[in-house]
């Protein structure tokens, strides 16, 4: 059986309603995890898929809950593969995935391109994230670490919240 | 690791084109870098609950994840590679102290907080410059899983080297604790750059980077941020090695005593 188009599409489909655990307002192909879907000559379907974080606890959640999707929707006997090239990187996050985000309360990543040269800068450039909540750009850094691998700790001085920055990488 | 040993995700293979008198080599190159993560995620991983302030807490925390993330992919990469039916649970559950390739900076005791993060530093930089070589190597999966940890390692040095200038610049107290904790280290670093028959069995193919590259590199590095925190670097000395022979400090086997009881007592159990 050779992959008819509209099969591709809708397992693409099916995996766009994989909510991420950590982030359930983006879906694993939003995130960029979900890298490529391809369909055997015998109609058996291969998800790859990549980690986000060397060490994301949420990664065997996902894994199951990719694998249940397609069960539901009739592919049973699909098989997941793990790519690690390229790396995964916030950059793939597209204008309507960062937009869903910021509504949910969780400042977008900004672009890699505004890391620091300096591995250890001497003073750290101040970053530009306004504040999900009021839109300020009176915000500052707490943490770079936060309640999940992919979160930063940040502060916002005119609505004095705390908040969440999806950290680039 | 609480992973299920019947997962369908396909783990990571070597691939063929290793030639067969390299396959010994990088398999246990592959130990040695799992092994250093390993390790000191663990170590890291004691802070939690008791670091000086809820951000520490949590930023220690992350800092583990991310090790022991590593440390779950290049081990489950070297068992793929050794090719003995052993994956990362195995290498890391069911291993004694004397099979174990780590460096020994990473398994002393974790000590106060400059302990921690001096230690922390004088590691993550070296790993950085070598994550950067190993991105580019000729095997895919290792220069796959390199090219994310040098990302997450990035934020290591960053955290860790702050941390060195806020506590060598900060108190009297906090420099008088950050200057101990360096000149104790400081003989554990040599081991990070010793090229051995592993090393020499590998350089020239194409899958790692020359660690005698590293060791310039990190040395430029570590300098500058030691010099900027008011700290002094230690006379040159005897480095301690052994680590990478599985010649061992009496604290890995209380480590590893505590961090693989439950495997040990009840093979195979699962969550």
């Known amino acids: 059986m050779v992959a008819a188009p509209h099969d591709l599409a809708s397992i693409w489909a099916t995996l766009d309603r994989v909510p991420d655990p950590e982030v359930p307002v983006l879906s694993v192909v939003e995130l960029g995890i979900v890298r490529d879907v391809a369909m055997d000559a015998d109609g058996r379907v291969t998800v790859s898929i990549t ?108 609505c004095r919240q705390p908040f969440e920055l999806f950290k680039a990488i | ?39 000191l995620g663990h170590r890291l991983s004691e802070w939690c609950g008791h670091a000086p302030i809820l951000e520490e807490d949590i930023a220690l925390a992350n800092i583990a994840l991310d090790l022991v993330g590593q440390a779950a992919l290049l081990l489950d990469l070297a068992g793929a590679t050794e090719g003995a039916a052993r994956d990362g649970d195995a290498l890391a559950y069911l291993r004694e102290a004397i099979d174990f390739r780590n460096v020994l900076l990473v398994e002393l005791p974790k000590g106060d907080f400059a302990f921690t993060i001096v230690r922390q530093f004088l590691f993550s930089v070296a790993a950085y410059y070598q994550l950067e070589g190993l991105a580019a190597s000729a095997h895919p999966d290792l220069a796959g899983i390199a090219a994310k940890a040098v990302k997450e390692t990035r934020y290591h040095v960053r955290h860790a080297g702050e941390w060195v200038i806020k506590l060598g610049d900060g108190t009297q107290e906090s420099h008088g604790r950050a200057q101990s904790a360096l000149d104790a280290l400081w003989r554990y670093t040599g081991e990070m750059f010793l090229a051995d028959d592993v090393d020499a069995a590998l350089v020239g193919t194409g899958l790692v980077p020359d660690l005698g590259t590293i060791e310039p590199q990190w040395r430029a590095q570590v300098t500058d941020v030691i010099e900027r925190a008011t700290l002094t670097i230690p006379p040159a000395g005897y480095m301690q090695r052994g680590g990478r022979i599985g010649r061992h400090t009496e604290h890995l086997g209380i480590m590893l005593a505590e961090m693989q009881i439950l495997q040990r007592s009840y093979p195979g159990a699962k969550w």
């Open chain 1, 51 to 158: 980690p986000t974080y060397s060490g994301c606890p949420a990664l065997r959640v996902i894994e199951r809950d990719i694998l249940d999707a397609l069960a539901r929707d009739g592919w049973a006997d699909a098989r997941l593969r793990m790519v690690y090239a390229p790396a995964w990187t916030t950059d793939w996050m597209g204008a309507d995935a960062r937009r869903k985000l910021e509504a949910y309360g969780i400042a977008s990543p900004p672009s890699r391109d505004t890391d620091d040269v300096e591995l250890v800068p001497l003073r750290r450039r101040a970053p530009s994230v306004p504040c999900p909540y009021c839109g300020s750009h009176a915000t500052a850094m707490r943490s770079e670490f936060g309640t999940t691998a992919c979160k930063a700790v940040m502060y916002c001085e005119q």
């Open chain 2, 1 to 39: 690791m609480p992973r299920s040993t019947t997962s369908p995700v396909g783990r990571p293979v070597a691939p063929p084109a290793i030639a067969a008198n390299t396959r010994p080599a990088l398999a246990q190159y592959l130990l040695r870098l799992g092994d250093d993560r390993l390790v």
